[in-house]
């Protein structure tokens, strides 16, 4: 295959013929079952590879009772190797400050350090190495060309220059696309109206951000008298939170921008991000680009792969990292994959409907479990919602309750028919999506604050109830 090495070795003057759809030909179009016995050796020397660099896979594989030598298939390593969780990590790097113990190049040859936010519980270190930099650049700029973009487009990257991945490793991708990189990043007041001004002049070809950012960033141009279609933008992707992918949220972006929209990412630890990402061909969904990092969609309970056409959480295994290879990481979603033809002519497993959201961003409300990433949707579809809104879960006596706090448009919340008329229209249409009955209350538009990074919705009150009746019980002791 088309310079498939590891630790992997790309020229960086490759670059396809200019009509080509495809980065690596081979590669991208192989049988699956020739890829998947590529895949195992190269799991065979990645698995090697860690055990004799890095202690926490040594100590965690001999628990497990695990050896790389015992690894003979996919099988193996998929009913043998135990997942690593985001907890094992923490715990690694508090032991082992600052990058932990399953760091496996030395200290001079780290070249990026980035990492998570740290607001809850302890931040994670990501040490990257100068030759991972090169590969995450490779893969990143693979994969946007497959979206379409082509060196000498202009490439706007409208996410948080920080610790975060997302905008480095777009950035790294358009750099080596050789497109021209626009990096105007998120995050400083007064930046949104700035931007619309500056994406007004410029018209880029491509953008990079969030869901949400992109949604806000489309009214604010308007507040400033521009039409988000002047831009015109051709390709727009996503990362960091669910919504590109699902088909209100994606509809209204394309409708906002006249763009086509690609739902793309993973984990921050999984960098490069795009390993799930659409196409061209199939920009509705991700593709699992499985010789950049290895998916499996597993059972939650057992972590063993599920077949094809079921619901699962991604478990990623980094193919081309050697700074701190991730093996087997436990994402914490929720998707579904298919193994069909793709339009594009890949022959990778597909996500069809994206990543719903997170196991752990579920919850529960009289028996039906409820993902917000479906209320974001349902209210997308809606054509009098404001752009914003808060899911309250509250308890009242002993049940669970729904409240749904969304914005209406202008003209809607002036009249007062027109704002019982979308609040009966909210209701019915969250209980056919539900199938439950939830509490509305309509707000003016831009009553709730807006964000340049990921949408937090969820506010869930039912601890204050456990606290108050708690306290009740205590003063009738």
């Given at each position: 295959m088309?310079?498939?090495?590891?630790?992997?070795?790309?020229?960086?003057?490759y670059?396809p013929p200019?009509g080509?759809?495809?980065?690596?030909?081979?590669?991208?179009?192989m049988?699956a079952?020739?890829?998947?016995?590529?895949?195992?050796?190269?799991?065979?020397?990645?698995?090697?590879y860690?055990?004799?660099?890095?202690?926490?896979y040594?100590?965690k594989?001999e628990?497990?009772?695990?050896?790389?030598r015992?690894?003979n298939?996919?099988?193996d390593?998929?009913?043998?190797?135990?997942?690593?969780?985001?907890?094992d990590l923490?715990?690694s790097?508090?032991?082992?400050?600052?990058?932990?113990?399953?760091?496996?190049?030395?200290?001079?040859?780290?070249?990026?350090?980035?990492g998570?936010?740290?607001?809850t519980?302890?931040?994670?270190?990501?040490?990257?190495?100068?030759?991972?930099?090169?590969?995450?650049?490779?893969?990143?700029?693979?994969?946007?060309w497959?979206m379409g973009?082509?060196?000498?487009?202009?490439?706007?990257i409208?996410?948080?220059?920080?610790l975060y991945?997302?905008?480095w490793?777009?950035?790294a991708?358009?750099e080596?696309?050789?497109?021209k990189a626009?990096?105007?990043?998120?995050?400083?007041?007064?930046?949104?109206?700035?931007?619309?001004q500056?994406?007004?002049?410029?018209?880029?070809?491509g953008?990079?951000?969030?869901?949400?950012?992109?949604?806000?960033?489309?009214?604010?141009?308007?507040?400033?008298?521009l039409n988000?279609?002047?831009f015109?933008?051709?390709?727009?992707?996503?990362?960091?939170e669910?919504?590109?992918?699902?088909?209100?949220?994606?509809?209204?972006?394309?409708?906002?921008?006249?763009?086509?929209?690609?739902?793309?990412?993973?984990m921050?630890?999984?960098?490069?991000?795009?390993?799930?990402?659409?196409?061209?061909?199939?920009?509705?969904?991700?593709?699992c680009w499985?010789d950049?990092?290895?998916?499996?969609?597993?059972d939650?309970?057992?972590?063993?792969?599920?077949?094809?056409?079921?619901?699962?959480?991604?478990?990623?295994?980094?193919l081309?990292?050697?700074s701190q290879?991730?093996?087997?990481?436990?994402?914490?979603?929720?998707?579904?994959?298919?193994?069909?033809?793709?339009?594009?002519?890949r022959?990778?497993?597909?996500?069809p409907?994206?990543?719903?959201?997170?196991?752990?961003?579920?919850?529960?409300?009289?028996?039906?479990?409820?993902?917000p990433?479906?209320?974001?949707?349902a209210?997308?579809q809606?054509?009098?919602?404001?752009?914003?809104?808060?899911?309250v879960?509250?308890?009242?006596?002993?049940?669970d309750?729904?409240l749904l706090?969304?914005?209406?448009d202008?003209?809607?919340?002036?009249?007062?028919a027109?704002?019982a008329?979308?609040?009966?229209?909210?209701?019915r249409?969250?209980?056919?999506?539900?199938?439950?009955?939830?509490r509305v209350?309509v707000?003016?538009?831009?009553?709730?604050?807006r964000?340049?990074?990921?949408?937090r919705?969820?506010?869930?009150?039912?601890?204050?109830?456990?606290s108050?009746?708690?306290?009740?019980e205590?003063?009738?002791?």
């Amino acid at each position: 295959m088309e310079q498939w090495s590891f630790p992997p070795r790309y020229d960086e003057d490759y670059f396809p013929p200019a009509g080509s759809r495809y980065w690596f030909p081979v590669r991208e179009t192989m049988p699956a079952a020739e890829r998947e016995r590529a895949i195992l050796m190269r799991l065979q020397d990645v698995c090697r590879y860690a055990y004799e660099h890095a202690p926490f896979y040594r100590r965690k594989w001999e628990e497990a009772g695990f050896h790389p030598r015992q690894l003979n298939s996919l099988e193996d390593f998929e009913t043998r190797v135990p997942v690593v969780k985001k907890t094992d990590l923490r715990a690694s790097q508090s032991a082992h400050p600052p990058f932990g113990d399953y760091v496996c190049v030395p200290d001079d040859e780290i070249f990026h350090i980035h990492g998570t936010s740290g607001t809850t519980g302890r931040p994670t270190a990501f040490a990257i190495g100068r030759s991972d930099w090169r590969a995450i650049a490779n893969a990143h700029a693979r994969i946007m060309w497959g979206m379409g973009m082509r060196p000498g487009d202009m490439i706007c990257i409208a996410a948080i220059f920080s610790l975060y991945l997302g905008s480095w490793g777009a950035l790294a991708g358009a750099e080596r696309l050789r497109a021209k990189a626009f990096p105007f990043g998120a995050g400083a007041p007064g930046m949104s109206a700035r931007l619309a001004q500056w994406l007004h002049t410029m018209k880029p070809a491509g953008f990079y951000g969030t869901p949400s950012y992109a949604i806000h960033l489309a009214e604010v141009a308007r507040e400033e008298k521009l039409n988000p279609r002047d831009f015109r933008i051709k390709y727009m992707f996503f990362s960091g939170e669910p919504g590109a992918s699902v088909p209100g949220v994606r509809d209204r972006i394309e409708d906002l921008y006249g763009a086509r929209v690609f739902d793309c990412g993973s984990m921050a630890e999984m960098s490069p991000f795009m390993n799930v990402a659409g196409t061209a061909e199939t920009h509705h969904g991700m593709l699992c680009w499985q010789d950049v990092v290895y998916t499996e969609v597993c059972d939650p309970a057992t972590m063993t792969r599920v077949p094809y056409g079921q619901r699962g959480t991604p478990v990623y295994t980094h193919l081309e990292r050697t700074s701190q290879p991730m093996i087997r990481l436990l994402s914490g979603d929720l998707t579904l994959w298919v193994d069909e033809d793709n339009p594009c002519g890949r022959t990778y497993p597909r996500l069809p409907q994206g990543v719903f959201g997170r196991i752990d961003d579920m919850f529960t409300i009289r028996g039906e479990n409820i993902y917000p990433s479906e209320i974001d949707a349902a209210l997308n579809q809606l054509a009098h919602y404001g752009g914003e809104h808060r899911i309250v879960i509250t308890r009242e006596a002993a049940m669970d309750e729904l409240l749904l706090r969304v914005e209406a448009d202008d003209p809607t919340h002036r009249s007062p028919a027109a704002q019982a008329a979308f609040r009966d229209e909210v209701a019915r249409k969250l209980q056919t999506v539900l199938g439950i009955r939830t509490r509305v209350e309509v707000l003016a538009p831009h009553a709730l604050p807006r964000t340049d990074f990921k949408a937090r919705r969820v506010i869930d009150d039912r601890e204050v109830f456990r606290s108050l009746n708690a306290e009740l019980e205590r003063s009738r002791g």
